[in-house]
């Protein structure tokens, strides 16, 4: 395939060998922060096309009870089924990313979610003619601390200034928008952090920044997390804690399930659904009519979750 066409340049080998890096970097941070226990590690191909992934996962750990750090670089044709579910055109396509979840023990640790990735769109001369970057990372707590949010919010847009001191609120406001869960009267998966997408070349930036930016943002992950781990990993909790942490996951299921970009991409692409599924959290509770008491900090985040706070 053809590295220009006109002022597309293809950076889908930097980018590749970027993630792959950054998988390693996470992994080991997280491991460091766990103690118990180790990713294990599932090199898989995917079948038909071309292109494959390396899928890591953590389960019953000191501190994460299940997660996945996930790379995946694939690549084929483009079929009516993703012509018409997402919206695209062209002969052929690329993409890798890197997408992460963290499903903690304990329910005052946060579980957290991050995404990067890239998308290469060819015509039927393997010439290039779509490019963009899209991704984030957002932070599901169960327990409200203002410290931590402020934490994360605070790491991501360090992270961004460099690129333009209006994207942070920009991408904020997306992620605020994003992870919803409509059916539910517009109740937030989480307390956000950061989304975007088709972030493609235009008159400020081109390709190369915008993968400077994503990059910035994936390198930025670790100080963002771990140090809210490390604060609330050997905070002592109850049954009614885990249940209401159990209570919540199912509502992370419902966004993943229903809404989620990453994981509806993957299964219309015939990708692999142990990759994908990965992100669904061990152990959840759907209860009819739940709702915590009034004036306890079950409450508290319910009232945030309704009402997107500016943490900064």
């Not at 992994?27 to 292109?51: A, H, M, Q, V, Y």
């Not at 997408?99 to 023990?105: A, K, T, V």
């Not at 601390?145 to 360090?158: G, L, M, S, V, Y």
């Not at 930016?213 to 100080?223: D, I, K, P, R, T």
Request: hydrophobic letters at 30%; one cysteine or more.
């Amino acid at each position: 395939m053809s590295q220009e066409k006109g002022n597309k340049i293809s950076v889908r080998k930097e980018w590749t060998d970027y993630i792959l890096s950054l998988q390693d970097t996470i992994c080991r941070g997280l491991e460091n922060e766990d103690g118990g226990t180790s990713f294990i590690t599932d090199e898989w191909k995917r079948p038909g096309d071309g292109g494959g992934g390396r899928t890591r996962v953590i389960s019953n750990g000191h501190v994460f009870e299940k997660g996945g750090v996930n790379t995946s670089v694939v690549y084929g044709k483009v079929t009516d089924i993703m012509r018409a579910q997402l919206h695209i055109d062209g002969d052929e396509w690329f993409a890798g990313g890197i997408s992460l979840i963290l499903h903690p023990e304990n329910p005052f640790v946060p579980t957290v979610h991050a995404n990067y990735r890239y998308f290469e769109l060819y015509d039927d001369k393997g010439e290039i003619m779509d490019q963009w970057f899209g991704g984030g990372a957002d932070l599901t707590p169960y327990y409200l601390f203002r410290e931590d949010a402020i934490h994360f919010h605070q790491t991501i847009k360090n992270a961004c200034d460099p690129f333009g001191q209006e994207l942070y609120p920009r991408f904020k406001k997306w992620c605020d928008e994003y992870f919803v869960n409509k059916h539910r009267h517009n109740e937030a998966r989480g307390i956000g952090g950061i989304f975007y997408d088709y972030l493609r070349t235009d008159e400020e930036r081109d390709v190369k920044e915008w993968m400077n930016f994503s990059m910035s943002n994936g390198n930025a992950f670790l100080n963002a997390y771990l140090p809210i781990v490390h604060r609330r990993k050997k905070t002592e909790f109850n049954e009614e804690q885990k249940k209401w942490q159990e209570i919540r996951r199912g509502r992370y299921v419902e966004f993943n399930l229903i809404y989620d970009r990453g994981t509806l991409f993957g299964l219309k692409t015939d990708g692999r659904v142990e990759s994908i599924l990965v992100s669904m959290p061990p152990t959840v509770r759907f209860e009819y009519e739940y709702h915590p008491a009034e004036g306890s900090r079950e409450s508290e985040l319910e009232t945030v979750l309704k009402n997107p706070v500016d943490w900064i």
